[in-house]
């Protein structure tokens, strides 16, 4: 695909949505917006950001088959993102018939769709974090968020085996992404908010206790990804594009839950100071304890970016945090 001239962005006023809107401006293009006006209108950390056209959820089907100038390309990263959510007939509209919707659409404009799925799709970790596409049958997520998401990669598969899609696709399984702008994601924020939090309040920060032999407090892993890491993989993958599929988007090595903790304390010169407590028995048996990316097929489409480390980003997070921007 040539340099974008107009995008459609669906979740345009979500965490990972918004940083992309961010960067467009930034690149001098145009889009369109698409997500709840309530959330276009509540988050005062996007009040910088130009949005262009607006668009409501329930306004984007209408028009997307209204004639209308041309878009270049569709980034859909609108979805439920609650990992707690358990109502799976809200999940199935939202994650699996809307993104359906959203698919059709690019495929019958003739525009590349580049589409956001998760790393919840591989569970506890049991059939390891390979983003082969001959995987997907056999992966069993830990939650209905993760099965929605699961759901639709497998139904774009099966799109593609019937050459039933847009001219370029790829679906990006993001892991656990943090930065700039989650705040309005409340508990489902990033352990990295939820730390400077505590510390600015009590001087601590609580993590969940391990509650898996063989694996100490704390010791719990993530494959933790600064946001703009999974800008710069959408952006990437627009420009080329990649051959289709679905991609992991990580930084390829597992942090702890720990080293997070201290590179919070670090960056606001704080005195180390964990609690941990007890993971809420509502998801102890959905928790993951390790994630972490296996990259090798991004990075054999050329993708070179080096992932930006635990401790710049979250030093760089912390540091428009204190700049009361975050």
């Keep these: 695909m040539s340099a974008p001239e107009t995008l459609l962005v669906t979740g345009a006023a979500g965490f990972i949505g918004a940083r992309f809107v961010e960067s467009c401006n930034a690149r001098g293009v145009p889009i369109v917006s698409v997500d709840s006006r309530d959330a276009f209108a509540s988050r005062p950390e996007h009040a910088h950001l130009d949005f262009g056209t607006?668009?409501?959820?329930?306004?984007?089907?209408?028009?997307?088959?209204?004639?209308r100038q041309?878009?270049?390309?569709?980034?859909?990263?609108?979805?439920?993102?609650?990992?707690?959510?358990?109502?799976?007939?809200l999940l199935k509209r939202f994650n699996v018939d809307?993104?359906?919707?959203?698919?059709?659409?690019?495929?019958?404009?003739?525009?590349?769709?580049?589409y956001a799925s998760s790393a919840a799709v591989y569970g506890d970790g049991s059939l390891g974090f390979d983003d082969a596409d001959a995987l997907v049958p056999r992966l069993r997520p830990l939650n209905p968020y993760g099965e929605s998401k699961r759901r639709f990669d497998l139904w774009a598969l099966e799109e593609a085996a019937a050459a039933r899609t847009p001219p370029a696709w790829?679906?990006?399984?993001?892991?656990?992404?943090?930065?700039?702008?989650?705040?309005?994601?409340?508990?489902?924020?990033s352990v990295v908010l939820h730390g400077y939090d505590q510390v600015k309040a009590k001087g601590e920060i609580?993590?969940?206790?391990?509650?898996?032999?063989?694996?100490?407090?704390?010791?719990?892993?993530?494959?933790?990804?600064?946001?703009?890491?999974?800008?710069?993989?959408?952006?990437?993958?627009?420009?080329?594009?990649v051959t289709?599929?679905?991609?992991?988007?990580?930084t390829g090595k597992a942090r702890t839950f720990l080293d997070l903790a201290k590179a919070v304390f670090a960056s606001l010169a704080a005195p180390e100071r964990i609690v941990f407590v007890p993971t809420p028995e509502g998801i102890r048996e959905r928790?993951?304890?390790?994630?972490?990316?296996?990259?090798?097929?991004?990075?054999?489409?050329?993708?070179?970016?080096?992932?930006?480390?635990?401790?710049?980003?979250?030093?760089?997070?912390v540091r428009r945090l204190e700049a009361g921007t975050g």
């Design 54 to 67: 607006l668009l409501d959820i329930d306004e984007l089907e209408g028009w997307l088959s209204a004639p």
């Design 70 to 89: 041309e878009l270049s390309g569709v980034v859909h990263m609108g979805a439920i993102s609650a990992t707690t959510e358990l109502d799976e007939s």
């Design 98 to 114: 809307y993104s359906k919707m959203v698919w059709n659409a690019a495929r019958r404009l003739g525009v590349p769709c580049i």
């Design 170 to 189: 790829a679906g990006f399984r993001f892991f656990n992404v943090y930065g700039f702008g989650e705040r309005h994601k409340g508990g489902m924020a």
């Design 206 to 241: 609580r993590l969940f206790e391990s509650h898996r032999e063989g694996i100490a407090h704390g010791h719990q892993s993530r494959d933790f990804v600064d946001v703009s890491d999974a800008i710069e993989a959408v952006w990437f993958a627009l420009k080329r594009p």
């Design 244 to 250: 289709a599929g679905i991609y992991n988007v990580g």
């Design 287 to 317: 928790y993951q304890y390790l994630t972490e990316a296996k990259m090798e097929r991004l990075r054999a489409q050329g993708f070179t970016k080096k992932p930006v480390s635990l401790e710049d980003g979250v030093d760089w997070y």
